[in-house]
């Protein structure tokens, strides 16, 4: 039973413009969300996350949405520059689990 | 700050045997978790140890256990190797904290079941 899903394995995007990775969930308990980067040989990093008390949340390039309603969100990155090249997991929690559940992710590549 | 330290990087086992992983938390950090990575899939979680016991664990079998140390260090153990096994497993430390939801990943253990 796959509660995070990433249903687009790959995108490419040209630098400069505005990269959106997307990702649905079915568990309505859920109420943390966040993205992560990875890069080969590397573990996952942190990269943003968001609370399901709001719908928006900013950190320079990167901005998360929810919405709860449609158990969508979205990661836009822009400008998107050649070092977002990486796999971008979406990954979520309910309050007092410490487990995460991850999407299968999506490779990003940003064409120079 | 030093970040999680996993070792070894790369194993090759064979069907069958015992594997022991091993993970250096993020200092300051009281908590590590275990995931599983198979090829084109998303981290699964194992389980996670706070204060030296186990606290939440995921659909693994029991031939999957662990210990956490009073340095918070952390080992993954895996009886009887099968090929399935073969994987990146992954160890991410934390502070047990309900409202910090700070996870720090190591580079993984890249686990081979021949």
């Known amino acids: 039973d796959q509660q995070v899903k990433q249903n687009s394995p790959s995108l490419s995007v040209q630098e400069g413009r505005i990269s959106i990775l997307n990702c649905d969930y079915t568990?309505?308990?859920?109420?943390?969300f966040l993205w992560y980067k990875k890069y080969p040989a590397e573990g996952p990093t942190f990269l943003i996350s968001i609370s399901s008390i709001k719908d928006k949340n900013e950190d320079g390039r990167f901005t998360v949405f929810l919405n709860k309603s449609a158990k969508h969100l979205s990661l836009h990155i822009v400008p998107s520059q050649p070092g977002d090249s990486a796999v971008y997991f979406c990954a979520a929690r309910t309050f007092g689990n410490e487990k995460l559940t991850f999407g299968t992710g999506t490779r990003l590549t940003i064409i120079p | 700050e030093t970040g999680v330290t996993q070792s070894p990087t790369h194993l090759i086992k064979t069907r069958g045997q015992q594997v022991t992983l091993r993970c250096s938390s993020q200092?300051?950090?009281?908590?590590v978790s275990w995931y599983q990575q198979a090829l084109g899939q998303g981290p699964q979680f194992i389980f996670q140890y706070y204060r030296e016991e186990e606290n939440g664990r995921g659909n693994f079998p029991p031939r999957f256990s662990g210990l956490q140390f009073p340095n918070y260090s952390s080992e993954l153990n895996v009886n009887a190797l099968e090929l399935d096994d073969s994987a990146l497993y992954l160890c991410a430390s934390s502070l047990y904290d309900l409202g910090n939801y700070g996870y720090t990943f190591g580079s993984g253990t890249r686990l081979t079941v021949v």
């Open positions: 200092s300051g950090h009281n908590t």
């Open positions: 568990n309505s308990m859920f109420d943390y």
